[in-house]
C-alpha cells in the first residue's frame, strides 16, 4: 500500500472514529464497526491510522557527516517547541546527512525553517567567536568554540516558548516514529565538549551573550512570525 492509498483508508476510518463518539448510540456504533472493519481489512492499527496523518520536512546539513552535538541538541529543542518528534539520518558518500522533523500540520515545516535559522546563526556567531582565539593551540580553539556553542543552544533553550501538541498528537508522532524508523535509530556516543582551562567559563559566557537576542515565538500566518530578534 502506497502512502497516499494509506493516507485515504486512514482519513476514512478516522471520520469514522470521529462519529465513534457521536450522542446518537446506533449512529457511534455503526461508525466504530465500521471503523474496525476498515482496520480488519486493511491490517491496519489505531496506531498506523494516527501515524499516517504525520509527515515530515527535511534539511540538509550539506555534508554526509555527523553533525556537531550542540546542533542536535538544537533540533530537540526545537522539535519540542513546535510538538514535532526529529530524527538524525546520518548520509553516507554522495549523500548528505539530513535531520528531519516530523508531525501534523504545518508544524514541521516551521521546526525546520527554524531549526535553519537558528543553525545559521548560531554557526556565523562561532565563526565570529572563533576569530578572536587565534591565540591559542588549535585543540584549545576548537574546544572553546563547542563550549560558545553549547551555551548559545543553552540560552535559546531557556528561550523556547513551547506550544507541544497534545496526547493524542504526540501518540501520533511516536506511532509513526515507530512506522518509519523502528530499530535503525540509534543514540549518539560522543560527549559533549567540558570546559579544562580556568578561562574555559569565558567561552561559555560568550555564548550565552551571543544569544541573548535571539528568541523563539509562536507563529500565528506564516512563517515569518516564528522568530523575532535582531540578531536575526
Same mark, same amino acid.
Given at each position: 500500500?502506497?502512502?497516499?492509498?494509506?493516507?485515504?483508508?486512514?482519513?476514512?476510518?478516522?471520520?469514522?472514529?470521529?462519529?465513534?463518539?457521536?450522542?446518537?448510540?446506533?449512529?457511534?456504533?455503526?461508525?466504530?464497526?465500521?471503523?474496525?472493519?476498515?482496520?480488519?481489512?486493511?491490517?491496519?492499527?489505531?496506531?498506523?491510522?494516527? !501515524?499516517?496523518?504525520?509527515? +515530515?520536512?527535511?534539511?540538509?546539513?550539506?555534508?554526509? %557527516? #555527523?553533525?556537531?552535538? $550542540?546542533?542536535? @541538541? *538544537?533540533?530537540?529543542?526545537?522539535?519540542?517547541?513546535?510538538?514535532?518528534?526529529?530524527?538524525?539520518?546520518?548520509?553516507?558518500?554522495?549523500?548528505?546527512?539530513?535531520?528531519?522533523?516530523?508531525?501534523?500540520?504545518?508544524?514541521?515545516?516551521?521546526?525546520?525553517?527554524?531549526?535553519?535559522?537558528?543553525?545559521?546563526?548560531?554557526?556565523?556567531?562561532?565563526?565570529?567567536?572563533?576569530?578572536?582565539?587565534?591565540?591559542?593551540?588549535?585543540?584549545?580553539?576548537?574546544?572553546?568554540?563547542?563550549?560558545?556553542?553549547?551555551?548559545?543552544?543553552?540560552?535559546?533553550?531557556?528561550?523556547?516558548? !513551547?506550544?507541544?501538541?497534545? +496526547?493524542?498528537?504526540?501518540?501520533?508522532?511516536?506511532? %509513526? #516514529?515507530?512506522?518509519? $524508523?523502528?530499530? @535503525? *535509530?540509534?543514540?549518539?556516543?560522543?560527549?559533549?565538549?567540558?570546559?579544562?582551562?580556568?578561562?574555559?567559563?569565558?567561552?561559555?559566557?560568550?555564548?550565552?551573550?551571543?544569544?541573548?537576542?535571539?528568541?523563539?515565538?509562536?507563529?500565528?500566518?506564516?512563517?515569518?512570525?516564528?522568530?523575532?530578534?535582531?540578531?536575526?
Amino acid at each position: 500500500m502506497s502512502p497516499d492509498e494509506l493516507k485515504k483508508i486512514a482519513a476514512k476510518i478516522g471520520k469514522c472514529l470521529a462519529l465513534a463518539g457521536s450522542d446518537n448510540p446506533a449512529e457511534a456504533e455503526a461508525a466504530r464497526r465500521q471503523a474496525e472493519a476498515l482496520m480488519k481489512k486493511y491490517n491496519l492499527t489505531s496506531g498506523d491510522v494516527a !501515524a499516517a496523518e504525520v509527515h +515530515e520536512e527535511a534539511i540538509d546539513t550539506g555534508a554526509p %557527516y #555527523k553533525m556537531p552535538i $550542540y546542533l542536535g @541538541r *538544537l533540533s530537540v529543542i526545537i522539535a519540542q517547541a513546535f510538538g514535532c518528534g526529529t530524527v538524525c539520518e546520518l548520509g553516507f558518500v554522495h549523500i548528505n546527512t539530513a535531520v528531519k522533523f516530523f508531525g501534523l500540520g504545518l508544524k514541521p515545516e516551521l521546526a525546520a525553517y527554524t531549526y535553519e535559522v537558528l543553525r545559521r546563526q548560531v554557526g556565523k556567531d562561532r565563526a565570529a567567536y572563533s576569530a578572536t582565539l587565534k591565540r591559542y593551540k588549535r585543540a584549545n580553539r576548537i574546544r572553546k568554540a563547542d563550549l560558545f556553542c553549547q551555551a548559545w543552544v543553552s540560552r535559546i533553550a531557556r528561550q523556547v516558548n !513551547a506550544f507541544a501538541g497534545n +496526547e493524542q498528537e504526540q501518540a501520533a508522532i511516536e506511532a %509513526y #516514529k515507530g512506522n518509519r $524508523y523502528g530499530d @535503525r *535509530l540509534e543514540a549518539d556516543p560522543r560527549a559533549a565538549a567540558k570546559p579544562k582551562q580556568n578561562n574555559d567559563w569565558q567561552a561559555q559566557a560568550a555564548g550565552f551573550r551571543a544569544a541573548e537576542d535571539v528568541s523563539l515565538h509562536k507563529p500565528v500566518q506564516s512563517k515569518r512570525g516564528v522568530l523575532l530578534g535582531a540578531s536575526l
